[in-house]
């Protein structure tokens, strides 16, 4: 008897030892486990470089606790990673500090804006990257090659490619055609220098063929360009539109030149392929008669679609009011066809500098270089 109370005294201590173990172990989990404050991340903790992010884009929830404060900004001005501090007040109101980490990674290509084909004479010299430009997220300096083989001595057509790497090394290949065209034979008359003065008084003065305007190259329709003038945009051209397009990228807005300088020959092409598409009074109204057209200058060039669509583009919108701050203007306005010879041209900009820029800009209703010379734009 004595032994089987022994024994029953002992299993109620074991179980009472038990009991108490398993109490203990589940207020340790709802006191110290349950209540721990879980930060939940979004899978993906990279983001774009110059992206603007918000910490809290990453942060999916948190689980008992809230944020009570946060970095204001991801600093996605340089690649790498970043640290982010979160301060968490749990459940029992205590402050706790949280940080995690975000890579800032360049995955986009450079974007090479060129023309599709360069057209140039036998013999000439040539720099293939006039024309070329390239942009990229990361807003670094990046130089452009050219891939294939060409002879500048040997008419023909030749198959290159431009190429543009980052530092992240994301490349873009864009590929384009050289043209190396004949000589033309027969070369047109440049007419010996001489000066006038304009309707509105300026003075203009006629140089190896080329017209200035107070110090400004005009062509128009009155005042040709030699055909051998020109070849390739101007670097006063190419650093406006730069500046330009610096200004625009971080309001969302993507502005391209589609086309550039033009030569005599490319133009005598493009006039003649309009001439036989609609006839020559309606290719008149758009497009300019070889010699006669502004982008053989280097000063001038076509944004984007190069089309009607453009004016209501916000980039068509927001180039109407601002291009004048980078010294280009809207060289073919709205309701001007008559003074400047063609219809309204939304994407076609011209470099003039920032002082006649803004006088021509006219707080938004825009005036002809036409106009504020007091010149013509008829061929004769
Ligand atoms: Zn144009």
């Not at 879980?38 to 606790?65: R, Y």
């Not at 090479?112 to 990257?129: H, Q």
């Not at 490349?171 to 008359?189: A, S």
């Not at 033009?262 to 493009?270: F, P, W």
């Amino acid at each position: 008897m004595r032994k089987r109370t022994k024994l029953k005294k002992e299993v109620i201590v074991l179980c009472t030892l038990i009991i108490i173990l398993v109490v203990g172990v589940l207020l340790y989990f709802v006191i110290f486990k349950v209540g721990k404050v879980k930060v939940m991340l979004s899978s993906n903790l990279t983001t774009e470089i110059h992206e603007d992010v918000n910490v809290m884009s990453f942060v999916q929830d948190v689980k008992h606790g809230e944020i009570i404060s946060q970095d204001e900004k991801i600093d996605t001005s340089t690649l790498g990673e970043k640290e982010i501090h979160l301060k968490i007040k749990n459940e029992q109101g205590n402050e706790e500090d949280y940080t995690f980490k975000v890579q800032v990674v360049d995955t986009t290509k450079p974007v090479i804006t060129s023309g599709d084909s360069l057209t140039v004479l036998v013999g000439t010299d040539i720099e293939l990257l006039k024309d070329v430009m390239v942009t990229d997220n990361s807003g670094e300096e990046i130089d452009v090659k050219v891939n294939g083989e060409y002879d500048i001595n040997q008419v023909g057509d030749y198959a290159l490619q431009y190429v543009a790497e980052d530092s992240s090394q994301n490349e873009t290949i864009q590929d384009f055609t050289l043209h190396i065209i004949e000589r033309p034979n027969e070369r047109e008359e440049i007419p010996e220098d001489y000066t006038f003065t304009t309707s509105k008084g300026f003075k203009g003065e006629v140089k190896n063929g080329i017209t200035y305007i107070d110090g400004i190259i005009v062509v128009n329709k009155t005042y040709p360009i030699p055909s051998s003038y020109g070849n390739g945009l101007l670097e006063e051209t190419k650093q406006a539109f730069q500046e330009m397009n610096s200004d625009a990228l971080p309001l969302g807005l993507n502005l391209y030149i589609s086309s550039g300088y033009r030569s005599y020959s490319l133009q005598e092409d493009l006039y003649s392929g309009y001439v036989l598409r609609d006839g020559k009074e309606a290719a008149d109204t758009y497009s300019a008669r070889a010699g006669h057209s502004e982008h053989q200058t280097g000063l001038a060039f076509d944004l984007n679609s190069i089309s009607d669509e453009f004016t209501n583009t916000p980039e068509g919108k927001w180039v109407h009011e601002n291009a004048w701050r980078y010294g280009l203007i809207l060289r073919y306005p709205y309701g001007k066809d008559d003074i400047t010879g063609y219809k309204h041209e939304s994407w076609h900009l011209r470099y003039v500098g920032k002082e006649l820029a803004e006088k021509l800009y006219n707080n938004g209703d825009w005036i002809t270089l036409e106009e504020y010379f007091g010149i013509d734009s008829k061929y004769e």
